[in-house]
DNA sequence: TTCGTATCGTGTAAACTATACACCTTTGTA
DNA sequence: TACAAAGGTGTATAGTTTACACGATACGAA
């Protein structure tokens, strides 16, 4: 347990000219972005993940990571996985944590970063094209390669946390959408069941979803109104936004 | 912006055996894990930091911070940080955010990771020895060296959030406080100002406080009544904790 | 000793928010 | 045409948040 203290190392009063010398002689670890890519589908919150690669984890899935470059910093280096796994720009994605204990990779000491983010499966399936990768439900998954159940769980309780503070659920959902499938998604997420009238007044007293005017046309039974969520007002008054409370 | 993919990599259906060299050939990185410790005094939330030793940033602050060890994991870094430079040891901390911009650091890549934590001044002034390090009012810091105002406003935004999420307040206090100096603590934190009546029903109502019977004794007006925080029923009751909302 | 000043400590009414709860309507299917 | 499934709506109650004012206590200065 013996560790170096690396910064305290100046002598009092004489500044280092060099900072070049000084850097080298830390040590250095590959570093790398995972990210959890959440959608919702079928009333049941669903996470896109890749077969591992590695013989020691045959059979296991694993989060969509990559290395990051050499110039690349680390929200960069998240949106080209994302790009390159789902072919999508425009989509939120935020950093969650880090995860460092010094034997999570068996190929050595790896130190990724997760990141999340949420998107509607029905705008990004067509862009996947590698057989490899494919939709869980999330309730199901258990084992997976690395420490990534851990990384996962620490995702979904981000997930879980932040979509009370933010309107995330709408990049879950069809452009347009039903009161409904709204209310399936928070109670899928949050894991609680939620009075229906009471969730609606408190949707509408937000005023923030347009009626569209159409209906749905699909079920069986009454159809439902189908709304949009209206991205700009939001955007115009989110910074006095403090969030939803279920 | 050429950026290279490391992990798609594998032929269709070859399993990697060696982790090892497919692992050696990404690149490394410096990381170094920052912490920013705030702390409260005369009115006043400060932060501690040390004087650069980098002649580029001659007479610039910066945060504690130093490099990971091999065998270290984040947190043991940032503990043993707050350890080596304050002699504390049970502080709560927290990881904040990676900042991660290529050319962050003037001597090459290094990529930090922020932590947080906040203390009492009073408990541990003293166990600082290195005449560097200094208390700043945080509001008044103005330049830093390296990237590290940018990290201290993300912990201070870090800072409000968990404040109203968690009863950290009371780390930055002493053992026992008044009410006042309890609103003090929350309106320097979050900037605001709060009815006085209203905070302490508020306070009352969580029944959290214990009330010392002693008194204030160094103040020129009527003593305030000292309360003691409840740590061993919030502990109890935390997992149903929701939050302070102010 | 008395007055001024600063803070302590407390209660209530009004506005707002959250909750619990039930019935008729609409559509599709059998 | 009747049944099943979900849509859509309102109200009364409880709880919470806010705004607001005044007498009491302690210290210090004149």
Redesign the pocket.
């Known amino acids: 347990m013996s560790k170096i203290s690396y910064t305290i190392k100046k002598k009092e009063g004489a500044l280092i000219k060099d900072p070049v010398s000084l850097v080298k002689s830390y040590p250095k670890m590959h570093v790398t972005a995972d990210c959890a890519i959440f959608g919702f589908d079928e009333n049941e919150l669903k996470v896109l993940l890749i077969r591992s690669d590695l013989a020691i984890y045959k059979d296991l899935w694993s989060l969509l990571g990559d290395n990051i470059a050499d110039d690349e910093d680390l929200d960069a280096a998240a949106y080209r996985i994302l790009r390159e796994r789902t072919g999508m720009k425009d989509v939120y994605l935020e950093q969650v944590k880090v995860f460092s204990k010094p034997d999570r990779h068996p190929g050595g000491r790896v130190l990724t970063v997760a990141y999340c983010t949420l998107l509607n499966t029905r705008h990004h399936e067509l862009m996947i094209h590698d057989n490899e990768i494919h939709w869980h439900k999330f309730s199901s998954i258990e084992e997976m390669a690395f420490d990534h159940k851990e990384i996962l769980n620490g995702c979904y309780q981000w997930l879980q946390k932040r979509i009370q503070e933010h309107p995330l659920g709408f990049n879950l959902l069809p452009e347009k959408f039903?009161?409904?499938?709204l209310q399936n998604l928070y109670e899928a997420i949050l894991g609680i069941r939620m009075?229906?009238?009471?969730f609606?007044?408190?949707f509408?007293?937000m005023k923030l979803l347009i009626d569209t005017g159409e209906?749905?046309?699909d079920?069986?039974?009454?159809?439902?109104?189908l709304y949009q969520f209206n991205f700009e007002k939001y955007e115009k008054q989110k910074n006095s936004w403090t969030g939803i409370?279920?």
Chains 1, 2 share one sequence.
């Open positions: 039903s009161l409904r499938e009075d229906r009238r009471n609606r007044k408190k509408a007293s209906l749905e046309d079920v069986p039974h009454r159809p439902g109104k409370d279920f």
